[in-house]
């Protein structure tokens, strides 16, 4: 698939106006995208496990206006005017609107809501502009009926990654790759593709408990994060190593191999902080309970021969991810070791899950 196979040639219907609701979570990656081209293109392939609670639940109303001069829109969030998202959603219309073309001719209500707190610190983007992006599509679908699911479901990831890259790993599950990898045929750096070999049995139902260690709002935006890889002095050297992850990675899902899964997450998580703190300008995103975190994690797989271990986005918080026959012994050390390095004590118990559903 290239770009200009998005870009329908015409219409075979009208319409005047509806609305569609859709929902899309949140992923966590694995092996991290972190550096960007122009135009949303990642300087690495990524590979995530979809969320399946943390979600954004959309509904996109829309109806025909006189003129076609400017894009036309309101947004909600929970019921409340939200005049401050618009920027981010108008710099999104205009990176789709060559793929979109009925754009400018609807007046579109947005009215979104967040299965998670918006203030925790867990990023709504991927799962805001994936449930966003689907909902266009649906538009796109009733003008044009022949779309067929697989195209459907693409060019909503190839959507939206111009909004938010992360977000085109969100449309399908359980696991997601993004980027061009030389061991997985069908990978894009377009769009997000489902993975395409054998999981063992170990990584079915990944359980993903998010410890909010800091609430407040992101210290580096994604953005200026992902610019920092301009110039960084370790850049080429990540992106190959990145490369090579995601290909251990491919064997590991096969075996099974829990220990060497763990090795591969942590080491990209730290890696992924690493490139921030050796950047220019540098910056610590962890806090004193991200690490006090860390290290319980390690004491507790020393002495239980647990397979119990940590990711983290480019933030404070931590991800402890394990196998779901591990789930009762690991919610008991969470509950009784991990949670008093939360910000008051908040935390969500979250699973891999399956990707969008229209509702
Ligand atoms: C650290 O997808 O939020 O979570 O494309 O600028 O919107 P933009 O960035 P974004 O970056 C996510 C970075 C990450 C790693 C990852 O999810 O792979």
Redesign the pocket.
């Known amino acids: 698939m290239i770009e200009p196979d998005f870009i329908l040639k015409s219409y075979s219907k009208t319409l005047q106006n509806g609305s569609f609701t859709w929902s899309s979570p949140s ?3 694995l092996v ?3 550096g ?1 081209k122009e135009h ?1 293109i990642p300087e690495n392939p ?1 590979i ?1 496990f979809t969320l399946n609670d943390c979600k954004t639940i959309t509904t996109l109303s829309f109806s025909k206006k006189e003129d076609n001069d400017d894009f036309s829109f309101e947004v909600y969030l929970d019921g409340e005017n939200k005049e401050g998202f618009k920027p981010k959603i108008e710099t999104f219309f205009k990176r789709i609107e060559a793929y979109l073309p009925f754009l400018k001719d609807y007046h579109f209500k947005i009215e979104t809501s967040n299965t998670f707190p918006h203030s925790s610190g867990i ?1 709504s ?2 799962s805001g502009m994936s449930t966003l992006a689907s909902c266009l599509m649906s538009i796109e679908k009733e003008l044009n009926p022949e779309i067929i699911d697989e195209y459907f479901i693409q060019k909503a990831s190839f959507l939206a990654r111009l ?5 085109c ?1 969100s449309l399908e599950g359980d696991l997601v790759v993004w980027g061009k990898h030389e061991k997985i045929d069908k990978s894009s750096d377009l769009f997000g593709v489902k993975y395409p070999f054998e999981v063992h049995q170990n990584f079915k139902n990944y359980q993903d408990t998010i410890l909010l260690v800091d609430k407040g709002e992101k210290q580096v935006s ?2 200026l ?2 610019n920092l890889m301009h110039n960084h002095p370790f850049a080429q050297e990540r992106f190959k190593q990145a490369h090579k992850n995601l290909s251990s990675l491919i064997g590991v899902f096969n075996n099974g191999d829990l220990k060497a899964f763990i090795d591969i997450v942590e080491s990209e998580a730290l890696t ?1 902080h690493a490139m921030m703190m050796t950047s220019m300008p540098y910056f610590i995103l962890m806090k004193p309970n991200t690490l006090e975190i860390i290290n319980k994690i390690w004491a507790f797989r020393e002495k239980t021969n647990s397979n119990v271990c940590f990711t983290l ?2 933030g404070a918080n931590v991800h402890v991810l394990f196998p779901e026959a591990e789930s009762e012994l690991v919610n008991e050390f969470i509950k009784n070791e991990l949670v008093a390095y939360c910000q008051n004590g908040h935390y969500i118990c979250d699973r891999i899950g399956f990707g969008a559903k229209q509702l």
């Open positions: 992923n966590i990656a991290k995208y972190w960007k949303q990524s995530s990023a983007s991927a909004g938010s890259g992360s977000a790993r994604s953005t994060g992902h992924l986005d480019a």
